[in-house]
């Protein structure tokens, strides 16, 4: 008997409030827990621009044979391009590279052990607070975790006090920076926070990790883009992870990549073969299909531009489910209690909501949300603001 002394572990809390939700007979239940796109139907619609490009991929598609260690390098090339911008010095001086993954969490992992493999007794720095999965990614690796600080129990953004705690990392410790639409959060830095951001990093001589899972979630593709770009621009050495999850609708298909920016060509062939060796031992070869349908989209004009509309308007829409839950509250006095939600970005908002309300909130109007007060705002139905803005401000009383 073999596994006798195997327990049972805790199944993942967001995952856990899915199954709630699912078993939940109220017929005006809200899902805003699992962080994926809904449309006003309340689906995770799949993209026009997606089916247009699978149906290419079935007609012309000749093979399904491994594609390398790195992934599909076209994917690869059309993914730094939409990362860095296709006028990028980098990629003129192939200075960037990317290193296909199984979604974003991928990259992750595939930094992860990159870090500690290749430079041994780096700790990483993460903000608090951050994405759950970050802390159990890297402490998986072996890799030493500390957290600055990022939005306090005031629910406001503290960019004194990361600043502050960054100033005291080691040297040549790995900051893990959230480039847009911050999860849980939702609180972004401005251009002139990332500048300070930037001159600390660079003077405390600190190796960037940019996780970059929301681009077009923000304030545009072009503009969520900012900060990894001015990094890359001023710093020799960056790391970014890339998501195809939100911004092309693909969660199921994990697709992903890790984009690795070095001082000079040749130095970024000898890290990219370490990147091959860790992958090898990770997943060998990373699933094929999400990636053949982003290289489809983002190699043909026009369905291209078809994409870049449909992120638009996810964009658009979930800005104005904040605007309008933030309306929604007025009546029952608490639009400047939350204000903060109408500014944040992406999906997800810190709502400022204690355990007790979220609770509340579950047991009482069957309003599913992390006990944090993390709300994914995307999941909101929009003819439905009014309850919604009800229930929270009668668990605010």
């Not at 992934?71 to 980098?90: I, K, Q, Y």
């Not at 930094?111 to 802390?135: K, N, V």
């Not at 975790?145 to 040297?171: C, F, T, W």
Request: with cysteine; net charge negative; glycine share 10%.
């Amino acid at each position: 008997m073999h596994f006798t002394a195997i327990a049972r572990v805790p199944g993942d809390p967001i995952l856990g409030l899915l199954e709630a939700y699912a078993q939940d007979p109220n017929p005006n239940k809200f899902d805003l827990g699992v962080g994926v796109y809904k449309d006003a139907q309340g689906l995770t619609p799949i993209l026009q621009s997606v089916k247009l490009a699978e149906q290419k991929l079935v007609d012309g598609q000749l093979s399904k044979s491994y594609i390398g260690g790195h992934g599909d390098l076209r994917f690869g090339s059309l993914l730094c391009e939409l990362v860095m911008g296709a006028d990028s010095p980098l990629i003129a001086e192939r200075r960037v590279g990317a290193t296909q993954t199984p979604g974003g969490t991928g990259a992750l992992r595939l930094s992860a052990d990159f870090i500690a493999q290749c430079l041994p007794g780096r700790g990483i720095w993460l903000s608090d607070p951050t994405w759950p999965i970050h802390e159990t990614i890297f402490n998986a690796a072996g890799l030493k975790i500390s957290h600055y600080p990022y939005v306090g129990a005031d629910n406001r953004l503290n960019v004194d006090g990361m600043l502050a705690a960054l100033e005291q990392a080691p040297k040549g410790d790995v900051v893990l920076l959230h480039a847009c639409c911050h999860n849980p959060t939702g609180f972004d830095l401005s251009h002139a926070d990332w500048q300070r951001v930037l001159e600390v990093v660079r003077r405390r001589e600190l190796l960037p990790l940019i996780d970059f899972a929301y681009q077009g979630f923000g304030d545009g593709v072009e503009e969520d883009a900012w900060a990894v770009r001015l990094f890359a621009k001023e710093l020799p050495e960056v790391l970014i992870t890339s998501s195809c999850s939100k911004n092309f609708g693909l969660y199921r298909e994990r697709t992903g990549a890790l984009l690795v920016c070095t001082a000079d060509a040749e130095k970024l062939l000898d890290v990219r073969s370490q990147l091959a060796a860790v992958a090898r031992n990770l997943w060998s070869n990373p699933p094929d299909h999400g990636a053949a349908v982003v290289l489809t989209i983002l190699g043909d004009p026009q369905l291209k531009q078809l994409w870049a509309e449909e992120v638009e308007a996810m964009r658009a829409r979930i800005a104005q489910l904040r605007s309008g839950l933030v309306e929604a509250l007025k009546p029952h006095g608490l639009a400047e209690r939350f204000a903060h939600i109408g500014v944040q970005r992406g999906m997800f908002s810190y709502t400022g909501l204690s355990p007790v309300q979220v609770q509340r909130l579950r047991d009482e109007y069957s309003i599913y949300m992390v006990s944090s007060g993390r709300a994914n705002v995307a999941g909101i139905d929009a003819t439905r603001l009014e309850a919604l803005a009800e229930a929270i401000a009668a668990v605010c009383k």
